[in-house]
T-cell receptor
Framework: KNEVEQSPQNLTAQEGEFITINCSYS?????LHWLQQHPGGGIVSLFMLSSGKKKHGRLIATINIQEKHSSLHITASHPRDSAVYICAVTKVGGNQFYFGTGTSLTVIP | GAVVSQHPSRVICKSGTSVKIECRSLDFQATTMFWYRQFPKQSLMLMATSNEGSKATYEQGVEKDKFLINHASLTLSTLTVTSAHPEDSSFYIC?????????????FGPGTRLTVL
């Protein structure tokens, strides 16, 4: 079983919809990271979380350390949000990323 | 910011040739750099971790003699695919490690698409 699980694997939404992507992990972590990979392949770091909640524009990321769960929310989704969203964790004492399988998001105009 | 560049972005080569990919951290020093390989519609697969001035640590199943990694400075790591074959065709991504607010994170390069004919 993968140490980092993401759901859903694929997601299609209408423009303007509120989107939630979930990530669960089974190991002790020092941080959880949300990444965005565009069709061209480049990867952008969206958030690094160790507790609570962070917001950047229309993106919100939350983490519940006790439940070992994080969510990424996109408000007022737009076609340019279409990308693969990847959850990754760094374990306590390490610097290696452990990745979820990714969520492919398509936002339809 | 934390910008990582990768060069070339795309390379096509003949079978049997060697290809070198460069990864540079442009505005910070990276003690550790990571090399990943990604197949279509799959997640990133860690190939090796390189630390400046020392030998790279390869993941199980990755041939160190085929994928030569050099981390010559705190801002440059190179991956050389030696005697490339069509099965080496893939998307290769590097990242540079940075410590922020007491936590290790990584910043990714834009990737290199390698096609071996």
């Amino acid at each position: 079983k993968n140490e980092v699980e993401q759901s859903p694997q694929n997601l299609t939404a209408q423009e303007g919809e509120f989107i939630t992507i979930n990530c669960s992990y089974s190991v002790g972590i020092s941080a959880l990271h949300w990444l965005q990979q565009h069709p061209g392949g480049g990867i952008v770091s969206l958030f690094m979380l160790s507790s609570g909640k962070k917001k950047h524009g229309r993106l919100i990321a939350t983490i519940n350390i006790q439940e070992k769960h994080s969510s990424l929310h996109i408000t007022a989704s737009h076609p340019r949000d279409s990308a693969v969203y990847i959850c990754a964790v760094t374990k306590v004492g390490g610097n290696q990323f452990y990745f979820g399988t990714g969520t492919s998001l398509t936002v339809i105009p | 910011g934390a910008v990582v560049s990768q060069h070339p972005s795309r390379v096509i080569c003949k079978s049997g040739t060697s290809v070198k990919i460069e990864c540079r951290s442009l505005d910070f020093q990276a003690t550790t750099m990571f090399w990943y390989r990604q197949f279509p519609k799959q997640s990133l697969m860690l190939m090796a971790t390189s630390n400046e001035g020392s030998k790279a640590t390869y993941e199980q199943g990755v041939e160190k003699d085929k994928f030569l990694i050099n981390h010559a400075s705190l801002t440059l790591s190179t991956l050389t695919v030696t005697s490339a074959h069509p099965e080496d065709s893939s998307f290769y991504i590097c990242s540079a490690g940075k410590r922020e607010r007491g936590t290790d994170t990584q910043y990714f390069g834009p990737g290199t698409r390698l096609t071996v004919l």
